[in-house]
């Protein structure tokens, strides 16, 4: 479990603040609760995070150019992200830096990424 790069252990905290933004918003949980279709949604992106390919390369999961997330999660991901990214900026601008200086790195395919590689698993 300590193997987990630090970009996805910030990622995973960035959705994870913002599934809570938006669950407060739109489910009227209290405190630290959540919801049992967001505790879904989260639980779902934090296997795609454990699973992503690029890792520490990885740019936001909102300009990757793999699509990983099912259709309908990518939908659900889209308006949480439009509605928590603003006010992830008020509530953790650390974090909303941080992700905003990650989606600055140009996403790659995964194509391009195992070309850049000098050697990695094929
Ligand atoms: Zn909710």
Redesign the pocket.
């Known amino acids: 479990m300590s193997e987990q790069h630090p970009r996805i252990t910030r990622e995973k905290k960035t959705i994870d603040t913002m599934v809570h933004i ?2 407060k918003g ?2 009227e ?1 209290k405190g630290d609760q ?2 049992s ?2 505790t879904e949604f989260l639980s779902y992106a934090f296997t795609r995070l454990d699973k992503c390919p690029f890792q520490e390369e990885k740019s936001t999961c909102g300009k990757c150019l793999v699509h990983c997330y099912q259709p309908q999660m990518r939908e659900k991901v889209k308006t949480i992200m439009r509605y928590s990214g603003p006010r992830l900026l008020l509530r953790s601008p650390g974090l909303a830096l941080h992700h905003a200086f990650d989606g600055r790195k140009k996403p790659q395919t995964l194509e391009e990424f195992r070309k850049k590689k000098p050697q990695g698993p094929a």
Do not use: A, F, S, V
Request: with cysteine.
């Open positions: 938006y669950c739109h489910h949980t959540l919801c279709e967001c």
